[in-house]
């Protein structure tokens, strides 16, 4: 699986931002497609995932809210929405996908940069 994330810059605090995760590679149904981001100066973060096969999304507690996640079939596209952005949004955001039974990700896309100036 090969995954592109684009979509990052420069938004102000309170926008509303869409990433976008191209993704190709052989059997998908069998992956889930997750989204994690690394503020600077600190570790990577998950921010939720969504099952490709039955569009099924989870997140992680924090990210309940103003995240959403969703995938394009048609389109070979993982999103990420993000509304009411704030100053602790700026982080580099990545697309991730691991197959479905596997406990980590395996399989990274090369991150796209948020900054949100407040």
């Known amino acids: 699986v090969q995954l592109q994330a684009s979509g990052g810059g420069l938004v102000q605090a309170g926008d509303s931002l869409r990433l976008s995760c191209a993704v190709s590679g052989r059997e998908l149904n069998v992956y889930i497609m997750g989204w994690f981001r690394q503020a600077p100066g600190k570790e990577r973060e998950f921010v939720g995932a969504v099952n490709w096969n039955d569009g099924g999304t989870n997140y992680a507690d924090s990210k309940k809210g103003r995240f959403t996640i969703s995938r394009d079939n048609g389109k070979n596209m993982v999103n990420l929405e993000i509304d009411n952005l704030k100053a602790e949004d700026t982080a580099v955001y990545y697309c991730?996908?691991?197959?479905?039974?596997?406990?980590?990700?395996?399989?990274w896309g090369q991150g796209t940069q948020v900054t949100v100036s407040s």
């Open positions: 991730a996908a691991k197959w479905i039974i596997a406990q980590g990700y395996n399989y």
